[in-house]
DNA sequence: GTTTTTGCAAACCATTTGCAGGGTC
DNA sequence: GACCCTGCAAATGGTTTGCAAAAAC
C-alpha cells in the first residue's frame, strides 16, 4: 500500500521532470498527499490536508501544481449529477472514471468499443471527435457489503 | 423558425405552470431569450442578451430562473474540454448532448443501446446507477462546408 | 547567476443570498 | 390580501494573479 503510493509519488515526480519543472519542497509535499487520496477530492480538501501536513504551503501553489497536472492528464476534473472533483488518473491513455455512490471512491475503465456511441452520433450526422464519459454506480466492495443494487425496490 | 421559437417559450411556460410557479413579466423576457438562443450559451451572454432585451431585469433573476428550469430538467449543463456553458434541452428523456467544435451548435442524441458501456463497467465490479455521456465532433452543416474531418492528416 | 517557484494578499468571476418593495394569483 | 418574485447590493467560494523574496538548477 504504502509501496503503491511512493510509486505513484516517483510517476509524478518523473512527469514533472519530463516537462523540466523544478523539483521543489512544496511540489513533493504536495504530490505526497495528492497519492495518498484515494477517491475523487475538492481543491479544499486537497489545500486543508497539505496545510495538516506543512502549514507553510500556501493554497495558490496547491492550485498552481493542480494545474500542472491537468496539463499533464495526470488529474482530472469530474462533474457528475453532484460531483465537482478532481481525481488523480496515472493511467495515460484514454478512459473514464466510474465512481461509487456509496463509497464515493473512484475507478478507471475504458471502453473497449465506442462502436454503439460513434453510430448513435452518426445517426444525427455528426463525426464524432471526442467524447467523455462519466459513470455513477456501486464498486463491487459496497455491493458486497449490501449496499446499493439488490436493495428490495 | 420563429414559430419554432414560441413553441418553444410555450412549452417552457407550461412547465413553470405545472409546477405552480408564477408567470411575470421578466420570466417570460428570460424564456423568449433563451428559446433564441441556437447553442449553449454562458451564464454571462444570457443576461448580457437579456439585458439587451430588458436592461431592468436583474443577473439574480436570471440565475434563479436557469436554476428552476435546471430543477426541471429543461436546462442542463455541460462541461466539455474547453465548454461550460448551458443548453436548453426540451427533449424530456434521457440524452446527451453532441457539440459541434466548428460552429457551436449542440443537438441531442440517444443511445439506443447502451450495453457496450454496461459490459466495461462490469468488467471492473461495478453496477452502473447513472452515466453521463458529452460528446464533441462536426456536425453536418459543417463537415458540408468543408471543415473538420477529412482534412488530408 | 539566472530562471523558476513560492507565499501572501488582493483581484476575479460566476453564482447565491438577504431584504424590502412590487407584482401575481 | 397572502405569498411569490424582483432588483439591488453585498456576501460567497473557488480559483487566479502580481509581486518581491527564496529556492532550484
Redesign the pocket.
Known amino acids: 500500500m504504502e509501496e503503491r503510493r511512493d510509486d505513484c509519488v516517483l510517476e509524478l515526480e518523473r512527469a514533472l521532470d519530463a516537462r523540466g ?7 513533493r509535499t504536495i504530490l505526497g498527499v495528492l497519492a495518498g487520496m484515494d477517491r475523487p477530492f ?3 480538501e486537497l489545500t486543508e490536508h497539505v496545510a495538516k501536513v506543512d502549514p ?6 496547491v ?5 500542472l497536472l491537468r496539463g499533464c492528464g495526470l488529474v482530472e476534473r469530474l462533474h457528475g449529477p453532484a460531483t465537482e472533483a478532481y481525481v488523480l488518473c496515472l493511467l495515460r491513455d484514454h478512459h473514464h472514471h466510474a465512481t461509487c455512490s456509496v463509497c464515493g471512491r473512484a475507478e478507471t475503465f475504458t471502453l473497449e468499443d465506442s462502436a454503439s456511441i460513434e453510430r448513435a452520433v452518426e445517426r444525427i450526422g455528426y463525426t464524432m471527435e471526442h467524447h467523455v464519459l462519466e459513470v455513477v454506480g456501486v464498486c463491487p466492495a459496497c455491493r458486497a457489503a449490501g449496499h446499493g443494487a439488490e436493495v428490495p425496490q
Not at 519543472?21 to 511540489?27: A, G
Not at 507553510?56 to 501553489?61: D, L, M, P, Q, V
Not at 492550485?63 to 494545474?67: A, F, V
Request: charge should be positive; avoid cysteine; charged fraction near 25%.
Open positions: 519543472l523544478r523539483q521543489t519542497m512544496p511540489r475538492t481543491s479544499t507553510r504551503i500556501g493554497r495558490a501553489s492550485y498552481r501544481l493542480l494545474q
